[in-house]
């Protein structure tokens, strides 16, 4: 099986953003979503993903289904779907686990993922999309690259600021 080496990068000021965002009550969802817009680049071994900004899940675009502990209406996808289409774009689903320590996906996050997550080649073919899921001190991604059947996991994942911290 073909792999692809995926580092990817998150600044401080970026990541404490998404994670208060992250942090807010909503009304029915026991949790809350966005989508992290990311620059991409080659590098020696493989790929560099930026993460430059992000875009939280407007309350009205959740659907109120107590089987999960949020779902998005088409509405958030399809706005995702649109500014990748307009800046070019990849883009990233991110969500958060309250715990710390190295977060893993859910089974219904790896059921749900390959529905939409593909989706953001028919605006972007040329870019790797995927998913990225945030503890209190760490990260995991998957990384849905062009020509390959599988997800890849993320190499590494680094907080970028004034000190640098691998998560």
């Known amino acids: ?6 580092r990817l990068k998150l600044p401080s000021l970026l990541l404490q953003q998404i994670r208060t965002d992250l942090l807010k009550p909503h009304s029915f969802a026991a949790e809350r979503v966005g989508f992290v817009s990311c620059g991409v680049g080659a590098i020696a071994s493989g790929i560099a993903v930026m993460a ?3 875009h939280p899940v407007d309350d009205g675009d959740y659907v109120d289904d107590p089987r999960y502990g949020a779902m998005m209406g088409s509405g958030a996808i399809r706005k995702a779907l649109q500014f990748a289409y307009n800046n070019m774009t990849a883009m990233f689903h991110v969500h958060l686990h309250e715990h710390a320590g190295k977060p893993r996906f859910s089974r219904t996050d790896l059921a749900e993922y ?15 999309h995927g998913a990225l899921l945030l503890s209190e001190d760490r990260a995991t991604a998957l990384v849905w690259y062009p020509g390959l059947r599988q997800p890849q996991p993320a190499a590494e994942i680094w907080e970028i600021g004034t000190k640098m911290r691998k998560l």
Request: glycine content about 4%.
């Open 114 to 128: 390959p529905k939409f997550i593909p989706d953001f080649w028919k605006v972007q073919p040329a870019l790797p």
């Open 1 to 6: 099986m073909l792999t692809m080496d995926i």
């Open 52 to 54: 430059h900004g992000y």
